[in-house]
């Protein structure tokens, strides 16, 4: 009799854990649910803005995947879950499991404000992009705010000043970080040349600084700086799903879920990607897309010997490195314990996008606007 195994979530860690179980379909039913109906190649959605790359080309449909995989998709928002009776609940319905995956990544944190989230833009999804280069071309705001100076603050800030040099347009670029620094956690040589570039660019970078109100005319900022009609671009930080804060397990301040060597937190259960949080010297493991990949291909082939009642295999970590993509090609970063600046870590970053994207005339596309576009 087939095992049902259910994967929650069809971002890198969820896809890569579908082809993976997809090719032991004589013992597995495979089932994947998702809230949203397409996967979107969220490392290149920044560049969207200033690279002229069409949109389209980094969302793929799960029920195309679905097809060629040979996995059932269920678009359904998952709202609790059951792990003593293995039921999963969402709107739409229940389903019982075997096997569980959890990879249904991170959402925006706004941290209860409703009235910044009615009015920031996301960096989340294609449909975020869309959106953002709709309200862009409009020409109607005076500044722009970007609430965060982690990776995709200072992507989106590049990105920006590519996209008003290409347009034309005039606008000053505030980059609003409540830490002490931009990148945080990051090496300190890293964090000076990426203000140092950043500066060239003439984006601004107020540190120890936060959004405290949105008023009807513009929004004032923690040190009493009002900027007039501005765009507000929100990533000051993720959250794990609502389900997962629910469940009685051990978590962190973002709700990623302390999982065993295995990535179980239940014998039958996995978790896997942005999160899971994976002890790892002497800290945690960092949302990375190389992580999710391989974190849900162990998990995906633990169950297989789970239900083959063969040995499971401890996850180890293979930390291959980190790049901060810069819009003007002066991007930085460490790869394989080696320090890169300038086109080179750039080249880097298109690359592996270029790789991992689905499908060849979405890589084929990729490639051709990174070269109309004078890359």
């Known amino acids: ?12 860690a969820g896809f890569y854990a579908a082809n993976f179980l997809s090719r032991f379909r004589k013992e597995i039913e495979l089932l994947v649910i998702d809230r949203r109906d397409t996967f979107d190649f969220l490392p290149a959605l920044p560049d969207l803005i200033g690279r002229g790359i069409d949109p389209n080309c980094l969302a793929t449909s799960i029920y195309e995947i ?17 792990l003593e009776n293995r039921i999963i609940q969402g709107y739409q319905g229940s389903i019982k499991y075997d096997y569980l995956i959890i990879a249904s990544g991170t ?7 409703s009235t910044i989230k009615d009015y920031a833009f996301t960096i989340d999804s294609v449909l975020d992009l869309k959106k953002v280069l709709e309200s862009l071309k409009n020409r109607r705001y005076n500044s722009y705010l970007i609430s965060g100076g982690g990776y995709t603050g200072v992507e989106v800030a590049t990105n920006l000043r590519r996209f008003f040099d290409k347009n034309s347009i005039k606008g000053n670029i505030i980059i609003v970080e409540k830490g002490p620094s931009i990148l945080g956690p990051l090496p300190q040589w890293m964090k000076d040349y990426t203000v140092d570039n950043l500066k060239k660019l003439k984006v601004d970078i107020l540190t120890n600084t936060s959004i405290a109100k949105i008023e009807e005319d513009g929004i004032l900022l923690s040190s009493g700086q009002k900027y007039l009609k501005p765009m507000l671009f929100w990533v000051a930080g993720v959250k794990t799903a609502g389900f997962i804060q629910n469940l009685e397990v ?9 999982v065993d060597g295995y990535l179980r937190i239940k014998d039958n259960c996995f978790v896997v990607g942005d999160c899971a949080n994976i002890a790892y010297q002497n800290s945690f493991l960092r949302m990375a897309v190389q992580f999710s990949i391989y974190e849900s291909v162990c998990a995906a082939k633990n169950i297989v010997r789970s239900i083959k009642g063969r040995k499971l295999k401890i996850y180890k970590p293979l930390d291959m490195g980190y790049i901060i993509p810069m819009a003007n090609n002066k991007s930085c970063g460490e790869v394989l314990g080696l320090s890169f600046r300038g086109v080179l870590p750039t080249l880097m970053h298109f690359l592996m996008c270029i790789y991992r994207l689905n499908g060849f005339r979405n890589k084929a ?9 004078g890359f």
């Open 107 to 113: 959402e925006t944190n706004f941290y209860g404000n």
């Open 365 to 373: 596309k990729l490639l051709k606007a990174l070269l109309k576009g």
């Open 1 to 12: 009799m087939k095992k049902r195994v259910v994967i929650i979530g069809c971002g890198f």
């Open 66 to 82: 679905g097809r060629k995989y040979g996995f059932n998709f269920i678009k359904d928002e998952v709202v609790a879950i059951d």
């Open 250 to 258: 051990e978590k962190n301040l973002q709700g990623r879920v302390k």
